[in-house]
Nanobody
Framework: QVQLVESGGGSVQAGGSLRLSCAASGFSFGTNCMGWFRQAPGKERERVAA????????YYDDSVKGRFTISQDNAKNTVYLQMNSLKPEDTAMYHC???????????????WGQGTQVTVSS
C-alpha cells in the first residue's frame, strides 16, 4: 500500500523558515518523481518543486526559486522541502505527490499525501 505522509507545517512570520518532510512507503522510491504542491483556498493546486529521485534533477516554480529547496534521502525514503524567506502568499496546504515523470501538472502524479498546512503571517 502506497503511503505519503507529510509533516513539518506550521505558522511562521514573514521571513521565517520551515522544513517539510514527506515519508514515502509502498513503492520504489528511487525511480520516481516526487513533487511538492500547494493549494490555497479558492486557488488551483500548483506544483512548487519536484525532484527525480533516480538522478536528483530538481524543478522549481518561478515563485519559489531561490527560496525553496527540495532534497531527498533515499535511505529514509523521504523528500524534504526547505522553505526560507517565507511570504504571506506562500500560505497554503502543502501536499507531496509521487509520479513517474516530473511534469508540472497535478494529473501526472498518481499518489498523494494528506497535506500539511503552512501559514505565513505578515
Amino acid at each position: 500500500q502506497v503511503q505519503l505522509v507529510e509533516s513539518g507545517g506550521g505558522s511562521v512570520q514573514a521571513g521565517g523558515s520551515l522544513r517539510l518532510s514527506c515519508a514515502a512507503s509502498g513503492f520504489s522510491f528511487g525511480t520516481n518523481c516526487m513533487g511538492w504542491f500547494r493549494q490555497a483556498p479558492g486557488k488551483e493546486r500548483e506544483r512548487v518543486a519536484a525532484i527525480y529521485t533516480g538522478g536528483g534533477s530538481t524543478y522549481y516554480d518561478d515563485s519559489v526559486k531561490g527560496r525553496f529547496t527540495i532534497s531527498q534521502d533515499n535511505a529514509k525514503n523521504t523528500v524534504y522541502l526547505q522553505m526560507n524567506s517565507l511570504k504571506p502568499e506562500d500560505t497554503a496546504m502543502y501536499h507531496c505527490a509521487a509520479g513517474l515523470t516530473c511534469f508540472s501538472r497535478a494529473d501526472d502524479y498518481h499518489y498523494w499525501g494528506q497535506g500539511t498546512q503552512v501559514t505565513v503571517s505578515s
